[in-house]
Each structure stands twice: as structure tokens, then as C-alpha cells.
């Protein structure tokens, strides 16, 4: 067909009223068997898979969706739920925000019973649940539409929105190098998070152009929480030769950072350097304001709303990052490596 077939068309090759069709769609329990088996081979004959704009037209609707996530920052879930409630009041569409546990085995049936006590429309995943098994395969069982925010796994898989992370830990890194820093400690993001390997895969791969070797004790893990962000700082600045940097795989746990070097009495940056990432308030707040990369959290978000509710082909956007200088980093000390 040259246009996408909509509910009527499901309905004529079904041989069935459109009230049926919007039946089987909202999932209604008085549909018998065979009607909803007509109704289901003609979806899969004409290639029909149904977007939100098509369960408002077929009157199948609860007029709102879900956000589901599972982030260790209250400053990076803002923003990202501030995204998508811009996109669905402006729509007419109210947002469900739901918390939950990628870790725990039974998530893909938490995920299940929401979609079936709401009858919500449609689905946007926050990472690390963009990349949760589990939920992957409830959603696709379920037939319902979803979009997922910053993905690390099979990115043809559904409509998605991303950065580069890769990248733009490459480029904070660059930076560091470029302000006569050698010894760049790293502190890793969640092991949940597809988002923590491709950063430290960027700040791997900056040293190796900037001919400085890769010093495994250097590397920190980190869960994207300030409590960790303050362990792995203090473990790096113990080090006999401590580093001269420190580049945090988000603003919290770089805050925390800057904890233990205040509480340290260092001078910062003159003594210590200190970046981070996302651009969350938070980098604005802290002293000095951190050096950091703009993550358009809240415009990731928005458009992954904005896909959403617009339905049809699968759909992959990526939006720019940009590095946002501010106090929080300058050249090393000459007492410094």
C-alpha cells in the first residue's frame, strides 16, 4: 500500500465494524476469540501496527502514557520527566511517571500490570530500562508502542533518541589533555547503564590520540550518586601520584568529588580540576560551578514524547551534545604530575 493503513482499512479487510477493531486494540475482555483472530491477521496482512494517533481517532484511548525509569539522579529524572510533560500537555495527553527496579526479576510483570491497570497508550523508557530485557519483551508481547531514551542495545528495535556519549566524553577528555593535564582520573557511571561504557570507551579512546597510556587505577566505578561520586574521589586523590583532573561520568558524582577535595582544604581548580556531565542545576549550584557536558536531557525527552504520540515508521533522532566551561577546571598547578 502507498499509505500506512489506519483503523478503517484494518476493519474492511477484517470484515468487522471499526468498533470491533477499537476493541481488540484497547484490549476490551467481550471480544470472542475468533472475532479478535479476524482482527489480528488483518492488522498483520496490511502491516498495521497501532500508534497512539490511531487509538484517539478509534475512540481506544485513556489519553495518556508512561514514563518508566530507573536512575540513581533526582537532577537528570527532572529533566527528563520535565520533557516529556511539555510534550503531553501541549498534546492534551496526561503523563504517568513510573519508578522501578531494573535489577529485579520480576520487573517485566510490574511492567505488564501498569500497561494493563492504566491502559495507558503508549510507553517512553528512560535508560537503564531503554535497555531492560525484561521490559523489552513485555512491551513487544503487550503490542504496545514505546520509544526509548538514549539506547545502548539494538537500536533498530523501536524508535529511539540519543547522543553521542561516546563522543562527548572524548571531548571533555580532549579538553583536560588540551589544558596540560596527564593524569585524568575517571569515574564510571552505573554498571546498568550502556551510557557508563560508551564514556569511558570515549575517555579511553582521547588518551590514546593524546599519546598518554590508559592507567587502570585511574578508573573509578561509580553508580551516578554523589555517595559514590565521594568514595571514588577519595580513593583517587590517596593515590601516590594522585591525578591532576578528575572527569566524573555525571554531575553528581562529580559533586561529590568536589566534597572530599573541600574537605581536603585543596584549592580548586587549582590544585584539583574537576568535570562532569549532563549540565544538571546541580552543576550550576556547586562551587566551583563544574565544567560539564550539556546532555539535552529535557529536549530528549520531549522529542521521544513527540514520536510517541505521532506514531508510524520507526524513527531515530540524535541530538547534539556541547561542553559547557565554567570554574570548575583550568591548566594544573606546576606542583602537579
Known amino acids: 500500500m502507498s499509505e500506512r493503513a489506519n483503523i478503517r482499512d484494518v476493519a474492511l479487510r477484517a470484515g468487522v465494524a471499526v468498533k470491533t477493531v477499537s476493541r481488540v486494540l484497547n484490549g476490551h475482555p467481550y471480544v470472542s476469540?475468533?472475532?479478535?483472530e479476524k482482527v489480528e491477521r488483518a492488522m498483520q496482512e496490511l502491516d498495521f501496527y497501532p500508534s497512539i494517533a490511531a487509538r484517539i481517532l478509534s475512540g481506544a484511548k485513556s489519553n495518556q502514557i508512561a514514563l518508566i525509569y530507573d536512575n540513581h539522579s533526582?537532577?537528570?529524572?527532572f529533566q527528563i520527566q520535565t520533557g516529556c510533560w511539555e510534550c503531553c500537555k501541549a498534546n492534551g495527553i496526561r503523563l504517568l511517571a513510573q519508578p522501578v527496579d531494573v535489577a529485579d526479576p520480576d520487573v517485566?510483570?510490574?511492567?505488564?500490570?501498569?500497561?494493563?491497570?492504566?491502559?495507558?497508550?503508549?510507553?517512553?523508557?528512560s535508560s537503564p530500562v531503554t535497555d531492560c530485557v525484561a521490559v523489552l519483551e513485555?512491551?513487544?508481547?503487550?503490542?504496545?508502542?514505546?520509544?526509548?531514551?538514549?539506547?545502548?542495545?539494538?537500536?533498530?528495535?523501536?524508535?529511539?533518541?540519543?547522543?553521542?556519549?561516546?563522543?562527548?566524553a572524548d571531548?571533555?577528555?580532549?579538553?583536560?589533555?588540551?589544558?596540560?593535564?596527564?593524569?585524568?582520573?575517571?569515574?564510571?557511571?552505573?554498571?546498568?547503564?550502556?551510557a557508563s561504557d560508551d564514556r569511558l570507551f570515549g575517555y579511553r579512546r582521547a588518551l590514546d590520540r593524546?599519546?598518554?597510556a590508559f592507567e587502570p587505577q585511574l578508573v573509578m566505578p561509580g553508580a551516578f550518586d554523589f555517595e559514590s561520586g565521594m568514595a571514588a574521589g577519595g580513593i583517587l586523590l590517596d593515590l601516590p601520584h594522585p591525578p591532576s583532573a578528575i572527569f566524573a561520568a555525571n554531575d553528581d558524582m562529580a559533586a561529590g568529588v568536589l566534597a572530599v577535595a573541600h574537605g581536603r582544604g585543596l584549592t580548586l581548580p587549582d590544585q584539583l580540576s574537576v568535570a562532569g556531565f549532563d549540565d544538571t542545576t546541580l552543576?550550576?549550584?556547586?562551587?566551583?560551578?563544574?565544567?560539564?557536558?550539556?546532555?539535552?536531557?529535557?529536549?530528549?525527552a520531549r522529542t521521544a514524547t513527540e514520536i510517541l504520540i505521532a506514531g508510524g515508521d520507526i524513527n531515530h533522532r540524535r541530538l547534539p551534545?556541547?561542553?559547557?566551561?565554567?570554574?570548575?577546571?583550568?591548566p594544573p598547578a606546576r606542583i602537579n604530575p
Open 33 to 36: 476469540a475468533a472475532m479478535r
Open 74 to 77: 533526582p537532577y537528570y529524572m
Open 108 to 125: 517485566g510483570d510490574q511492567v505488564r500490570g501498569l500497561v494493563s491497570e492504566t491502559h495507558v497508550d503508549g510507553i517512553v523508557l
Open 138 to 168: 513485555a512491551l513487544d508481547a503487550l503490542n504496545i508502542p514505546f520509544v526509548r531514551i538514549s539506547p545502548g542495545t539494538n537500536h533498530a528495535l523501536t524508535s529511539s533518541v540519543f547522543m553521542d556519549d561516546a563522543q562527548a
Open 171 to 194: 571531548d571533555m577528555t580532549t579538553h583536560l589533555i588540551n589544558m596540560g593535564h596527564r593524569r585524568i582520573g575517571f569515574i564510571k557511571g552505573h554498571p546498568n547503564h550502556m
Open 210 to 212: 593524546g599519546g598518554i
Open 283 to 300: 552543576a550550576r549550584t556547586v562551587w566551583p560551578a563544574l565544567t560539564t557536558i550539556h546532555q539535552p536531557m529535557a529536549e530528549l
Open 321 to 330: 551534545h556541547t561542553m559547557i566551561e565554567r570554574a570548575s577546571v583550568a
